[in-house]
Structures are given as C-alpha cells and as structure tokens.
C-alpha cells in the first residue's frame, strides 16, 4: 500500500499469473514475492472446504493470497477499526445484559459463563485452522504424492485422480499393478460425484424430535430447529423472496455474485453480495470486499453469522436454497435483520 508501484500491479494485472510476473521485476516486487512465499509456507496449509481432499491447498494455488492482497487494496480495508468496532459492540452487549440481572446468583452464573465464552473464542478459528484444515490438507499432500507415482507407473492419468479411490484400494494398488484397473473406477466415481452436486437433499429424515433438534448440537451451529422450521415454509415463500435466518443485522443492496469455488474469489467486486453454500476460515479474505452475505447452510452461530457480524455486513443464512434461485448479477436487497433476501431484477 505504501509503494505506488506494488500498487499498480495488483490495481492493473488481470490475474494471479499476472501479478507474479510484473513483481519479479522490480527489487521492491521480488521482496513481496518473497514475503509471499514465506506466509504460503505458514498458513497456505487450507482449502476451501475444510473436510475434503480433493480441493487444492493454497499452498498449491496461492490465488486466494492474491486476492486478499488485491482486496485490502481495493476497499482500503482497515483491519484495526474493525478491531475497535467489535470491540466496542462486544462490551456494549456486556453492559446490557449486566444490566438485565435480577439476582446475585444469576450474576454469578453469568460472570461464570462468560468467562468461559471469553476464553473460548480464539480456540474455535485455531481449531478449526490446526485441526480441521491442517490434517485434510498434510493428507492431500500425502496421497498427492503417491498419486503422482502411481501416474507415473501408468496406473491412472492424473495425481488427484487418487481422491476417486478407497483407501484399501490405494494400498491394493500400490502394491499390486495388476490388483485391478483402477481408470474405469476413477470414472465412473468422477461422474457421480458431478451429479450427487446436483442434487439437493431433503433437510431431514425421519421425526425432529426434542433430542435430535436440541441435545445432539443442531439447534445451535447449522440453525435447528429454525433450519427444520424453514423447511416447512420454502413452498410458501413468495416469489422474488428467498427466506433464511436473520444472522447479522442491516438491509444492503447490490450485485449478487455466486462463489462456489476459490477460482472464483477474482469475479468478486466491491459491494457485492456474495451468495454461496457454506464459508470457512478460508473465505474470510472476501468479506473485505462484500456488502451482504447469502448462505444455503449455517445458524447464528456458524462462520458466516459470526464473521458477517464482525465486518459488520448485513447477512442471511440458513436459506436452502439461495444459491439455486439467486443468480449471478441479479440486483438483490439483502435484509438480515429479519432473514429475507428480496430478488429485485437482472
């Protein structure tokens, strides 16, 4: 930000491929390059999806880096004032439900509790970062990597071609040329996993009863029982309504733009409104750039409520079906105090 001329490059290149060619030739660009490569050693360690292996890592494909960079530059984000927003809103809440106590032993019950919350918080991106990115992604380099001799003995055609088999068929394999052949299996799987995408199950199988919905944790992360409840209502819904639950606060209008995939963060723009399945850590770079947030899963509790609240976006999660009826381009009003996007036209 400070040097005009790393500005220009990531204001002017068109793609990532771009960027890294007009960085190598200056002192100042080589630096960055360098800089660059050291966090991808650090925290390229992700994908976008957490619990896959056949996404590739940002250490294999640093665009979302680039893309984080380019976005700071492009909203003259200030990660500070943000701080000092949340900050001030958290304490805020603080007093006001301090406020709210009635008795000593409810106080100390709430002191206790939110002790316990305090101390929790960092815990969750942490584990989230260590745990569940860091093991998928050190798994996918390990097959990787015997993918790529496979390949190289002649038994399929590409690396990641190893994500289509089980994993005593890896090991059969590996130690067997002739245990089986492995192409029309990778096929075959490859092409029903492209239409299992085109499917959209139903949300629940079976009785919600008391148990389901509130002892075994679904009330809370992914939006149960209000996820069941909505449901219920989406062949009610008018047209031109997509309903979801209310996860951060405010109306914001402007572009829709649908991101399923890493290769995608590029297409985002400012003010944009981003409509997608699911975020993670790893989508958090976008957030600096949109105005709005539409996801088809997640409660109030989940990544995308919680991180929309914290740059302070208006957000509705929990729709279903969002990514299905809104498109790409289409002019949106996104109201997240009451849980409604409104589709107003291309």
Known sequence: KAQPVLAKVFRDADSTE?????LEVTPVGRELLADIARYTEEYGYKAVYSHEYI???WKEDPTPIYEMLRGYLATDYDVRADQERVKREQENAIVELR????????RVEFEEALKLAL???PLTPDHHFYIDQGTYARMRVVFLEIGKKLVARGDFDRPDDIFYLVYDEVRHLAA???AFEARPIIAERRAELQSALSIAPRDWVGTADHWSLHEQGYIGLWGYPERFELSQKKSKEPVG????LPASAGVVEGTARFVDDPEDFDKVRKGDI?????????????FT???GLVTDSGGVLSHPAVVSREFGIPAVTSTLDGTSKIKSGQRVRVDGTHGVVYILGE
Request: net charge neutral; glycine share 4%; hydrophobic share 45%.
């Open 55 to 57: 996404y590739p890592l």
């Open 176 to 178: 067997d040329p002739s």
């Open 18 to 22: 771009a960027i890294r060619v007009a």
């Open 289 to 291: 750039k949109i105005s």
């Open 99 to 106: 406020g709210r106590i009635q008795s000593d032993a409810e």
């Open 119 to 121: 101390a929790m918080a």
């Open 274 to 286: 981003l409509v997608c399945r699911m975020t993670n850590p790893a989508w958090t770079l976008v």
């Open 241 to 244: 309504e997509v309903h979801g």
